[in-house]
């Protein structure tokens, strides 16, 4: 039973110069956000940027993004058959599309 | 011309953030050295550490008497006769002093009237692997050392940055070259010495259970950089990882807790139970090892006994729903947000990528054979053989990652001054800072290549499937190229695929030549054109570098011999 999503996802790298993209997503029932993300890379656009490590246990919490405005865990939330809006934090600094600053200051590189 | 690198020093680089890593930082630092822990992801969160679910194997003795030497044999046991055994003895012997120390950073594992608990695992003779309730020994673990890692003085940490290349000056390590995620930009890391604890390499499979940066490129970083390999044919097949139905929140490995607390039982698509038909009769017990679980189960799948998403059944109907609570509590929860009430239904699993047993040649020292690299935890080969014992991972992580903090301190220390800058650096810089315009859909080729592993390269092999394999890698590499796409910013996803996928590429060359080698089955090899245990090959196969060529060898004694 294959329903589809609508992505709606905001893309660029500043945050005064963004731009948003719209895929339709195939999905299982019980599939995840980051699921549909994962599908849109390989199947139509390799270069949206989404920061994940455990994919799918929700143990490295590296996926925090906002969808419809409130921040939600992609590898969590999951993919309904409806639009839905994903932007990335609105309160980290921004890196590329969906991509945020989260590491704690201590944990970044500096030079020496 | 590369860009201007950002540059850092110090005198122990530890390459990856999980227990081995965290545990050699935290060792380095109380010896007096400075330390930088790099991570391709986020200090503490990237990597198998945080997705382990339960079991650790220690000979403390806690509930039953045991001793080192019992864990020891076991080990070796598992192993299929080609431990390297002075690894395994450190493992085991190390073991309950390092559980220690975790215990006292505050990790609290689980107890039972005021003593740890020991649960019985597959291939124990008696209980012995502790846990962090409920499913929460990983999360636990890296916690813990986060913590440790914090509280000590001495040690800088950098996520975000993926190493691209050891630096060589003649045949020393002097550090590493990588690309600053975050900024696009390339970095400079000169250190007197350098530690590999990348974990290992289930990303290269389709059906994994490890975190998205698994890709082996530690393995990969070694042997560019002259340093040998070995047992790289050896990949455990986890037998029961979660299928189906789709199960978000949870990690596929979550079934092994269960089993060890409810037994549960395995059935093939007519509802009847099947490992009695491949020498281990369960009887509701969970005893099958994982070597054996994952050729059963491939079997039962191939006989068209499979469930429809291509495993096999685990049922946990027969336990009444009170003893489901008393074990995993809030856990019960979070399978009912998936739709799954073990009461009423069984739940798909197949075999799924785990852990590696092979890794970087090392001796107890964690020294690989190149001067200033060590390695710790997965990434090392050699300690279990054919086939790891389970809840010998993270034992390995603390252990081998303790070890091999304290010897590469001991060797920055020797040095009296930062090395002369490497012979490879431009080279390096020249990689990371390129770029080129084609059209590379680097995502698909990961797919790509996951899909011939898992197909030909997995828990079952023949000849031709891994011919096969080996020609679709051939093909992925020349389609690779030889320079990055990307516009070179911040998260420049392409740009991180294909450096991924470089690493990627040989490593997975490295597992499907190695097992093609390796005409028999033992353990995690499992060759069904030649399914005898062959007494011809109790050697371990090293794989070494020579003129961009990965070129195999066998060790020139067996392993017992070798070890003793």
Same mark, same amino acid.
């Given at each position: 039973?294959?329903?589809?999503?609508?992505?709606?996802?905001?893309? +660029?790298?500043?945050?005064?110069?963004?731009?948003?993209?719209v895929?339709?997503v195939?999905?299982?029932?019980?599939?995840?956000?980051l699921?549909?993300?994962?599908?849109?890379?390989?199947?139509?656009?390799?270069?949206?940027?989404i920061?994940?490590?455990c994919?799918?246990?929700?143990?490295?919490?590296?996926?925090?993004?906002?969808?419809?405005?409130?921040?939600?865990?992609?590898?969590?939330?999951?993919?309904?058959?409806?639009e839905?809006?994903?932007?990335?934090?609105?309160n980290?600094?921004?890196?590329r599309?969906?991509?945020?600053?989260?590491?704690p200051?201590?944990?970044?590189?500096?030079?020496? | 011309?590369?860009?201007?690198?950002?540059?850092?020093?110090?005198?122990?680089?530890?390459?990856?953030?999980?227990?081995?890593?965290?545990y050699?930082?935290?060792?380095?630092?109380?010896? @007096?050295?400075?330390?930088?822990?790099?991570?391709?992801?986020?200090?503490?969160? +990237?990597?198998?550490?945080?997705?382990?679910?339960?079991?650790?194997?220690?000979?403390?003795?806690?509930?039953?008497?045991d001793?080192?030497?019992h864990?020891?044999?076991?080990?070796?046991?598992a192993?299929?006769?080609?431990?390297?055994?002075?690894?395994?003895?450190?493992?085991?012997?190390?073991?309950?002093?390092?559980?220690?120390?975790?215990e006292?950073?505050?990790?609290g594992?689980?107890?039972?009237?005021?003593?740890?608990?020991?649960?019985?695992?597959?291939?124990?003779?008696?209980?012995?692997?502790?846990?962090?309730?409920?499913?929460?020994?990983?999360?636990?673990?890296?916690?813990?050392?986060?913590?440790?890692?914090?509280?000590?003085?001495?040690?800088?940490?950098?996520?975000?940055?993926?190493?691209?290349?050891?630096?060589?000056?003649?045949?020393?390590?002097?550090?590493?070259?990588?690309?600053?995620?975050?900024?696009?930009?390339p970095?400079?890391?000169?250190?007197?010495?350098?530690i590999?604890?990348?974990?290992?390499?289930?990303r290269?499979?389709?059906?994994?259970?490890?975190?998205?940066?698994?890709?082996?490129?530690?393995?990969?970083?070694?042997?560019?950089?002259?340093?040998?390999?070995?047992?790289?044919?050896?990949?455990?097949?986890?037998?029961?990882?979660?299928?189906?139905?789709?199960?978000?929140?949870?990690?596929?490995?979550?079934?092994?807790?269960?089993?060890?607390?409810?037994?549960?039982?395995?059935?093939?698509?007519?509802?009847?139970?099947?490992?009695?038909?491949y020498?281990? $009769?369960?009887?509701g017990?969970?005893?099958?090892?994982?070597?054996?679980?994952?050729?059963?189960?491939?079997?039962?799948?191939?006989?068209g006994?499979?469930?429809?998403?291509?495993?096999?059944?685990l049922?946990?109907?027969?336990?009444?729903?009170?003893?489901?609570? $008393?074990?995993?509590?809030?856990?019960?929860?979070?399978?009912?947000?998936?739709?799954?009430?073990?009461?009423?239904?069984?739940?798909?699993?197949?075999?799924?990528?785990?852990?590696?047993?092979?890794?970087?040649?090392?001796?107890?020292?964690m020294?690989?054979?190149?001067?200033?690299?060590?390695a710790?935890?997965?990434?090392?080969?050699?300690?279990?053989? $054919?086939?790891?014992?389970?809840?010998?991972?993270?034992?390995?992580a603390?252990?081998?990652?303790?070890?091999?903090?304290?010897?590469?301190?001991?060797?920055a220390?020797r040095?009296?001054?930062m090395?002369?800058?490497?012979?490879?650096?431009?080279?390096?810089?020249?990689?990371?800072?390129?770029?080129?315009?084609r059209?590379?859909?680097?995502a698909?080729?990961?797919?790509?290549?996951?899909?011939?592993?898992?197909?030909?390269?997995?828990?079952?092999?023949?000849?031709?499937?891994l011919?096969?394999?080996?020609?679709?890698i051939?093909?992925?590499?020349?389609?690779?190229?030889?320079?990055?796409? @990307?516009?070179?910013?911040?998260?420049?996803?392409?740009?991180?695929?294909?450096?991924?996928?470089?690493?990627?590429?040989?490593?997975?060359?490295?597992v499907?030549q $190695?097992?093609?080698?390796?005409?028999?089955?033992?353990?995690?090899?499992?060759?069904?054109d030649?399914?005898?245990?062959?007494?011809?090959?109790?050697?371990?196969?090293?794989a070494?570098?020579?003129?961009?060529?990965?070129?195999?060898?066998?060790?020139?004694?067996?392993?017992?011999?070798?070890?003793?």
């Open positions: 039973m294959t329903e589809r999503a609508t992505l709606k996802i905001w893309r +660029g790298l500043d945050v005064k110069a963004g731009r948003w993209e895929h339709d195939p999905f299982e029932p019980g599939q995840s956000v699921d549909g993300l994962r599908w849109i890379r390989v199947n139509r656009d390799p270069t949206l940027a920061r994940f490590s994919i799918n246990a929700n143990a490295c919490k590296e996926c925090m993004i906002e969808l419809d405005g409130k921040t939600v865990y992609a590898c969590t939330a999951r993919l309904e058959p409806r839905m809006t994903l932007t990335p934090l609105s980290k600094n921004l890196v599309d969906l991509v945020t600053e989260i590491a200051p201590a944990e970044r590189f500096t030079q020496s | 011309m590369p860009l201007e690198p950002m540059r850092a020093e110090t005198d122990v680089l530890v390459i990856g953030s999980g227990a081995a890593g965290m050699a930082a935290i060792e380095a630092a109380r010896a @007096g050295c400075s330390v930088l822990l790099a991570d391709r992801s986020l200090i503490g969160r +990237g990597g198998a550490t945080v997705m382990a679910q339960m079991t650790v194997a220690v000979a403390l003795g806690s509930q039953t008497p001793h080192w030497s864990h020891y044999q076991d080990t070796l046991t192993g299929r006769g080609l431990c390297n055994e002075p690894l395994a003895r450190l493992l085991c012997e190390d073991g309950p002093d390092c559980i220690r120390e975790m006292e950073w505050g990790i594992w689980a107890r039972k009237d005021g003593r740890i608990v020991q649960a019985m695992a597959p291939g124990h003779d008696r209980p012995r692997c502790v846990y962090v309730d409920f499913l929460n020994t990983g999360p636990a673990v890296s916690k813990t050392l986060r913590t440790a890692v914090n509280k000590t003085s001495g040690i800088r940490k950098a996520g975000d940055l993926c190493v691209v290349d050891l630096l060589r000056k003649n045949n020393e390590i002097v550090g590493a070259a990588a690309l600053h995620l975050g900024s696009g930009a970095v400079v890391l000169s250190a007197k010495a350098t590999i604890a990348t974990g290992g390499l289930t290269l499979y389709r059906r994994n259970s490890a975190s998205a940066n698994m890709g082996g490129d530690g393995y990969a970083l070694a042997l560019r950089a002259g340093a040998s390999l070995v047992d790289m044919e050896f990949v455990q097949f986890f037998p029961i990882g979660h299928l189906a139905p789709r199960l978000i929140g949870m990690d596929p490995i979550m079934w092994d807790p269960f089993r060890y607390k409810l037994g549960g039982r395995l059935l093939n698509n007519r509802m009847e139970e099947f490992t009695q038909n020498g281990v $009769a369960e009887d017990k969970y005893i099958i090892t994982r070597d054996v679980g994952s050729y059963a189960i491939q079997k039962e799948v191939e006989a006994r499979g469930s429809p998403h291509g495993g096999v059944y049922s946990f109907q027969h336990v009444p729903e009170a003893d489901l609570r $008393a074990a995993f509590g809030p856990v019960i929860d979070r399978l009912a947000a998936n739709g799954i009430d073990l009461t009423k239904m069984p739940i798909e699993v197949a075999p799924i990528a785990h852990y590696h047993m092979g890794g970087i040649a090392a001796d107890v020292e020294q690989s054979d190149s001067p200033g690299l060590f710790a935890g997965e990434a090392v080969g050699g300690a279990n053989g $054919a086939n790891r014992l389970s809840g010998n991972a993270i034992t390995e603390l252990v081998f990652g303790r070890r091999a903090g304290r010897s590469a301190a001991a060797y220390k040095m009296n001054a090395p002369d800058k490497a012979d490879n650096t431009r080279a390096a810089l020249e990689l990371i800072s390129a770029s080129s315009n059209d590379l859909n680097t698909d080729m990961v797919q790509t290549l996951q899909a011939a592993m898992q197909d030909d390269v997995g828990a079952l092999r023949n000849e031709a499937g011919r096969r394999a080996l020609d679709q051939d093909r992925l590499t020349q389609e690779f190229g030889e320079l990055p796409p @990307g516009d070179g910013k911040g998260f420049d996803m392409r740009r991180i695929d294909w450096f991924d996928l470089r690493n990627m590429l040989l490593v997975a060359r490295v499907a $190695a097992a093609l080698a390796r005409t028999e089955t033992r353990g995690a090899q499992q060759r069904e030649y399914p005898q245990l062959s007494p011809d090959w109790e050697f371990n196969q090293f070494g570098m020579h003129d961009g060529r990965v070129v195999l060898s066998k060790a020139s004694t067996p392993a017992r011999a070798a070890a003793s």
